[in-house]
């Protein structure tokens, strides 16, 4: 749905009894009367780096991010066998919509993003001031969210002496993102022959045929540049911190098998010439935002970039 223009007398799907108000987004200056539907549903602003749930809710991309920030819950669920991951783009932010509370993903809708622009120039930039200016933002978008299914597919191979059954399973981690993944570390029972199993890319799986079930120890290892965003995460063996998270899973004989699924967040650190980069431009930011309060003329800050 496309936002619609001002005049219009607003039709709005969703009842919000308590925000029914124009909103003035810029006190100091002066006032544009902005839309309600150009107001985000989280922070009542005007929305800024709008992005598009699939279930069609609008939000900020700030909002957006902070919210699947805590909302989610590192326990693993039990789910079925069929159950997939979706595979997510690396921009695609994957949370429960705080609005409708479905399962959903949300992407940056340039389009409405140049509207708003168009429609409200001061509030606008007056958005734009302000995130440039709150740290704290920063930390909420560079933040990724990966779901993970962990489990084991299992047949039953009858022998003719009940006791001589075996089981032909396989193990498997299949994560929403393998972009991230540097390597997966599989240790099985130490009784079968190579119970170290590494693999670099997916699918990250392993077939054996055995007698009993077992637990097995797994530590998804992320590429270089990100850390995991949990308690349970571990340094790798070659310094880099918290890249490693261990799981395990018990392998689970009853009929066709199981698997869990976790949601898990990581971290992208910036470093090196990226981190300087990213320093330089928010100190011309600054420069440039105390300017403009002394002068509200002073140019755009894509003039300096
Ligand atoms: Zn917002
Ligand atoms: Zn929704």
Redesign the pocket.
């Known amino acids: 749905m496309m936002p619609k223009r001002k005049a219009s007398t607003s039709f709005r799907k969703e009842t919000d009894a308590g925000h029914n108000q124009k909103v003035e987004a810029t006190p100091a200056e002066e006032v544009e009367e902005i839309d309600q539907d150009d107001i985000c549903p989280i922070c009542h602003l005007l929305l800024y780096r709008p992005v598009r749930?699939r279930?069609?809710?609008t939000l900020c991309e700030a909002c957006m991010a902070h919210w699947a920030d805590v909302s989610i819950t590192s326990q693993m669920t039990t789910v079925g066998l069929d159950d997939q991951a979706v595979v997510l783009l690396p921009h695609e932010i994957e949370t429960r919509?705080p609005?409708?509370r479905?399962s959903?993903t949300a992407t940056f809708d340039p389009l409405r993003e140049s509207a708003l622009r168009r429609q409200y120039p001061k509030s606008f930039k007056a958005r734009e001031i302000e995130s440039t200016l709150a740290d704290e933002d920063d930390v909420a978008t560079k933040i990724e969210i990966l779901t993970v299914y962990i489990g084991n597919q299992h047949r039953l191979i009858r022998a003719y002496d009940e006791s001589n059954n075996r089981h032909d399973w396989t193990f498997f981690v299949r994560p929403s993102r393998t972009d991230l993944i540097e390597e997966m570390q599989i240790f099985l029972h130490p009784t079968f022959r190579n119970p170290r199993v590494i693999k670099q890319y997916p699918p990250y799986e392993v077939r054996r045929l055995g007698w009993g079930y077992f637990t097995i120890f797994v530590n998804i290892i992320l590429k270089a540049g990100y850390s995991w965003v949990s308690s349970e995460a571990e340094d790798t063996p070659d310094g880099a911190p918290k890249g490693k998270l261990p799981l395990e899973w018990t392998l689970d004989f009853n009929g066709r098998g199981s698997q869990g699924r976790l949601r898990l967040k990581v971290r992208k650190e910036k470093e090196g010439q990226e981190a300087e980069d990213e320093e330089e431009r928010e100190e011309v930011r600054r420069l440039w935002a105390r300017q403009r309060v002394a002068d509200p003329d002073w140019g755009d800050p894509e003039d300096v970039s």
């Open positions: 749930t279930c069609n809710h919509c609005m409708c479905t959903t």
